[in-house]
């Protein structure tokens, strides 16, 4: 039985998090599950606007989402009712480190874009 690990540090590039746009006031990225199954991953939005940053996750089927735009994106969100459906990510420790370190990068950058 291995202990759990209190050592780790987020790591840059994060592993399990990939980075797929920057337009500057929103940042977005692919966070992957442990089991590879990419119909697990979740997609994060990290977005300023002039009042507020916001994080939105949302899982899609789709692959290659990241290639649609915004309101593509906010489209499948509504039509596909992601009320309905249910997905778990599994993360790893490290993973789950890496997750946090990286919103809290996006969120000071969306906002620093925002209010230079
Ligand atoms: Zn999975």
Redesign the pocket.
């Known amino acids: 039985m291995s202990k759990p690990s209190t050592e780790l540090e987020p790591q840059t590039p994060a592993e399990g998090l990939l980075k797929r746009n920057n337009y500057g006031d929103a940042i977005t990225y692919q966070v992957t599950?442990?089991?590879?199954?990419a119909n697990?991953d979740h997609n994060v939005w990290v977005e300023a606007d002039d009042h507020r940053v916001t994080v939105t996750t949302y899982t899609t089927q789709k692959s290659k989402w990241w290639s649609l735009n915004r309101w593509q994106t906010i489209w499948i969100l509504l039509t596909k009712g992601y009320i309905e459906y249910e997905a778990?990510?599994?993360m790893t420790e490290q993973q789950a480190l890496n997750y946090a370190e990286t919103l809290k990068k996006a969120i000071k950058d969306v906002k620093n874009f925002k209010q230079p």
């Open positions: 599950c442990e089991c590879h199954d697990h778990n990510i599994i």
